[in-house]
């Protein structure tokens, strides 16, 4: 299993396999003050190889500080399987798309990332900064 994507958006959601994605990609979160709760949300795409189909798989997705250190719970957490639909040709993979609403509490300007976690594991990140508003 791998991670095709994980994208931070202003808005996501999946809807008939389809990801739809409003003011996807950005790396900058810009506020006048800290600490902040910025409103998000995050996409994640991942390929199941066929072994990995007809199992249990958990996943996590956490807001992590440029120091390594979680904040808080996870933003979003759950479990999940991919099934094999009749026909599908043995082998083949089948991605899994999540889509997620989520608050960023952001406490102070700096690095941060966010990890997703399957199984367990650290799969992927996508790191962006938060920045303070410079006042003329």
């Given at each position: 299993?791998?991670?095709?994507?994980?994208?931070?958006?202003?808005?996501?959601?999946?809807?008939?396999?389809?990801?739809?994605?409003l003011g996807g990609?950005?790396?900058?979160?810009?506020?006048p003050d800290f600490p902040l709760?910025?409103?998000?949300?995050?996409?994640?795409?991942?390929?199941?190889?066929?072994?990995?189909?007809?199992?249990?798989?958990?996943?996590?997705?956490?807001?992590?500080?440029?120091?390594?250190?979680?904040?808080?719970?996870?933003?979003?957490?759950?479990?999940?399987?991919?099934?094999?639909?009749?026909?599908?040709?043995?082998?083949?993979?089948?991605?899994?798309?999540?889509?997620?609403?989520?608050?960023?509490?952001?406490?102070?300007?700096?690095?941060?990332?966010?990890?997703?976690?399957?199984?367990?594991?650290?799969?992927?990140?996508?790191?962006?900064?938060?920045?303070?508003?410079?006042?003329?």
């Amino acid at each position: 299993m791998h991670v095709d994507f994980l994208i931070l958006s202003d808005g996501a959601q999946v809807a008939s396999d389809k990801l739809y994605v409003l003011g996807g990609g950005w790396t900058i979160v810009w506020a006048p003050d800290f600490p902040l709760t910025h409103n998000a949300a995050i996409a994640v795409g991942m390929m199941v190889d066929w072994p990995e189909t007809n199992q249990k798989h958990s996943i996590e997705v956490a807001l992590v500080t440029g120091d390594g250190q979680q904040v808080g719970e996870p933003l979003v957490g759950g479990d999940f399987e991919v099934g094999r639909p009749p026909g599908m040709p043995p082998g083949a993979a089948q991605r899994f798309m999540l889509a997620a609403a989520v608050a960023l509490n952001l406490d102070k300007p700096g690095p941060y990332e966010i990890v997703v976690r399957v199984d367990g594991t650290d799969v992927t990140s996508a790191s962006f900064q938060a920045m303070k508003v410079v006042k003329p």
